[in-house]
């Protein structure tokens, strides 16, 4: 078989290109609007879509958001909140803001404690879609449950990553929590919520068993646990005390926070 010499040349060139693409990186598509484009084209509008963050931490609420995005004015570069810089998230969190319909909902340490971290979840979401200015006549939700709310559901595993106004969600809540947390360091200092927004990392343990839990901190996840005992023992069997969500004693039912 008889080959030219501009095919060579080709695939000389494609074989270098090839060798030049770095090794197990796969390419990830950003969110699409096409879920809410197809929802509007049949007349339903608005579509929301919202996400939580903060059901890992040991301390601090969940923050949960509902977005419904102006299909005329959805800003460039929106993506899962995690794919995203912290100096992009805040730039974004800005422009949603100022082209969107929003609602933000917490769902506090004492109520995590109480419901259990996935139910104060699903319902701090709720929370969030009951709180928007128009209520929506669908909603995506991250994850694999629906939630409590009084229009079509759909909940999306993977959403903040697939889903338009899912991203959206989840850049507001990020960025709603991670303002909260280095607010709630200035309440309670040594611990470092300015910097790790109260996960799990070696500094955060390591302040928990030495300064002992504080009232933002979660009481029946393990780490927190370990801490109480070591500190506080007698404490371990008492009743949830307030927090910063909590009103008279009672768990808030509504919470508002400026950012």
Request: aromatic share 6%.
């Amino acid at each position: 078989m008889i080959r030219d010499k501009s095919a060579k040349k080709i695939d000389k060139k494609a074989g270098k290109e090839q060798a030049e693409l770095p090794k197990g990186i796969i390419a990830i598509a950003p969110p699409s609007f096409r879920r809410e484009r197809g929802l509007i084209k049949r007349g339903v509008w608005p579509v929301a879509g919202c996400d939580e963050a903060g059901r890992g931490p040991l301390a601090g609420p969940v923050v949960a958001a509902a977005v419904v995005l102006d299909p005329k004015r959805i800003p460039k570069g929106i993506d899962d909140s995690k794919r995203l810089t912290a100096e992009r998230r805040e730039e974004l969190f800005e422009e949603i803001c100022a082209t969107s319909s929003f609602a933000v909902a917490f769902a506090s340490p004492a109520r995590i404690d109480r419901d259990n971290i996935l139910r104060a979840s699903l319902w701090a979401l709720a929370r969030a879609v009951r709180a928007l200015p128009e209520l929506p006549k669908h909603v995506f939700v991250d994850g694999r449950d629906k939630i409590d709310v009084p229009c079509d559901c759909d909940a999306v595993i993977g959403g903040d990553g697939i889903v338009m106004s899912i991203a959206a969600a989840s850049i507001i809540a990020k960025v709603t929590r991670d303002r909260l947390m280095s607010a709630l360091a200035l309440d309670c200092p040594g611990y470092g919520f300015e910097n790790h927004k109260g996960y799990a990392v070696p500094e955060h343990r390591e302040a928990l068993d030495r300064l002992g839990p504080s009232i933002h901190h979660r009481r029946f996840f393990a780490p927190v646990i370990a801490a109480r005992l070591k500190h506080y023992p007698e404490t371990v069997e008492e009743t949830l005390e307030p927090d910063l969500f909590t009103v008279d004693g009672e768990i808030a039912s509504d919470v508002s926070i400026s950012i």
